[in-house]
Nanobody
Framework: QERLVDTGGGLVQAGGSLRLSCAASGRIFSSAVMAWFRQAPGKEREFVAAMRWGAGLTLYADSVKGRFTVSGGDAANTAFLHMDFLEPGDTAVYYC???????????????WGQGTQVTGSS
């Protein structure tokens, strides 16, 4: 079964930057889309960004356009989320996910990371 590990979260000052990483492993490796979601306490999980690796296709939530950038590594089993100009509203647990379709719908993704906490102070 495919496993995802997401790392890179932390506490940063408002306006600062963070870079999240996601690495997939395991014998199941057929997904073409890497995505990022986030969930704050008491709120539903929301879509952040996604990319179809190798196709130059990306999808961003309106709330992060122009601030966050999703990219892939040199292999289809890695993904990054570079976050600039972080705001307190970005505070959440961030999860990477893999799926087949480039979509903002969480139920369309079949593999998930364990989550990494991102906190934008002040």
């Amino acid at each position: 079964q495919e496993r995802l590990v997401d790392t890179g979260g932390g506490l940063v000052q408002a306006g600062g930057s963070l870079r999240l990483s996601c690495a997939a492993s395991g014998r199941i490796f057929s997904s073409a889309v890497m995505a990022w979601f986030r969930q704050a306490p008491g709120k539903e999980r929301e879509f952040v960004a996604a990319m179809r690796w190798g196709a130059g296709l990306t999808l961003y939530a309106d709330s992060v356009k122009g601030r966050f950038t999703v990219s892939g590594g040199d292999a289809a089993n890695t993904a990054f989320l570079h976050m600039d100009f972080l705001e307190p509203g970005d505070t959440a647990v961030y999860y990477c996910a893999r799926g087949v379709n480039l979509t903002s719908t969480s139920s369309q993704y079949r593999s998930w990371g364990q989550g990494t906490q991102v906190t934008g102070s002040s």
